[in-house]
């Protein structure tokens, strides 16, 4: 796979021509993934670097935050996606109300034109961007023709009768449809986080269990999942639950994640969590006892879901120019 450059500010001076693509991507979804394997090919065929252009934070979370999405990503996760897709460069420029304000002629001028050397624009079916969103494809096919870079606009990628949106993601986490956010994504959902202490309930309990902070802004519907967790480059099958406790009556959301079959001390220690099935809901129990009784059963349902599971990471169908990355990523590819 190859290295991708990532560019963090402004001014940029990018010395080769360059094939771009513009958008926020958030989830980098197969819809994405096509976008980006156009801009790669393309890149190819015009002996340019492939790039692409996107913005940080979140435009809305500067300009309407009580609208903003919780994003599928993290910042880190994204640049990683990105680069997996055989992407040259990345440039994640700084988004402030300055930038909101920027008539889409200068942004061409300063951005795609001085500063990424532009020759060929790729755009996705609905982009629109700059002041009033006035950047959207009839004006940069006519800024194209000015400066003497091609604009492609490419048709809604779409799977079945509906098309590929972070959106749709969302709706299934929401849902806890995690079996089903595969299809979208190219890979299961991820979350990574911190060890931390926690109350020690699931120890008590016989259970032990791993209680992760993370910077992720959204997480599957509270309930129980079947896992796959990686640390320290192993993969260890486990069962994680999402809520509130509220046997326990707690407040805030938890993450409490227990492997299967592990013994050690995982305090402070970084795991990565991915989603593979859902169990059940949350649920209020009388008693101690009968808590024991249904995370037994949570357990052994676990055991037989995870069994012939296989964690994809990324789904890679470009070769990034060497043969042996093509076909399928598991097991130690991207996440």
């Known amino acids: 796979m190859t290295s ?29 993934r096509e976008i980006f394997r156009r801009v790669v090919s393309e890149a190819r065929r015009l002996q340019a670097a492939s790039a692409v252009l996107t913005f ?8 309407a935050p009580e609208q903003a999405p919780r994003l599928l990503n993290t910042r880190e996760e994204k640049a990683r996606l990105i680069g997996a897709s055989c992407i040259d460069l990345l440039v994640e420029l700084p988004f402030d109300h300055h930038m909101a304000s920027m008539e889409p002629e200068d942004f061409v001028a300063a951005v795609l ?22 950047g959207n494809a009839a004006f940069l096919a006519e800024a194209g023709s000015r400066y003497g870079f091609e604009v492609e606009q490419l048709p ?5 009768d509906q098309i590929f949106s972070s959106t749709l993601v969302r709706r299934r986490l929401g849902a806890g449809d995690v ?54 480059g192993r993969m260890f099958d486990g069962v994680m639950n999402i809520g509130f406790n509220p046997t326990f009556g707690l407040e805030r959301i938890s ?19 991915y989603f593979i099935e859902r169990l059940r809901e949350e649920m209020v129990f009388a008693s101690g006892e009968e808590l024991v009784a249904q995370i037994r059963r949570d357990i052994e349902l676990g055991r037989e879901v995870l069994a012939n599971a296989r964690v994809i990471e990324y789904r890679e169908y470009l070769d990034c120019g060497r043969a042996e990355d ?6 130690g590819g991207q996440s």
């Open 156 to 160: 809604p990628i779409r799977f079945g």
């Open 179 to 232: 079996r089903g956010v595969v299809e979208l994504l190219g890979r299961h959902f991820t979350l990574e986080g911190r060890v931390i202490h926690g109350a020690n309930r699931g120890e008590k309990l016989g259970f032990p269990t791993a209680n992760l902070l993370t910077e992720k802004e959204i997480l599957p519907r509270p309930g129980v999942y079947a896992v796959k967790v990686k640390h320290d």
């Open 326 to 331: 093509n076909g399928c990523r598991s097991e």
């Open 113 to 134: 034109v001085r500063g990424l050397n532009v020759t060929k624009l790729i755009i996705g079916h609905d982009y629109a961007f700059g002041r009033a969103r006035r």
């Open 4 to 32: 991708m450059e990532i560019v963090r500010q402004l001014p940029l001076q990018h010395p080769e021509p360059t094939v771009v693509t513009i958008g926020n991507f958030d989830g980098v979804h197969l819809g994405h």
């Open 255 to 273: 993450l409490e994640v227990h492997l299967l079959d592990y013994a050690g001390d995982l305090y402070d220690e970084t795991l990565r969590v």
């Open 56 to 63: 940080h934070p979140h435009p809305l979370k500067v300009l």
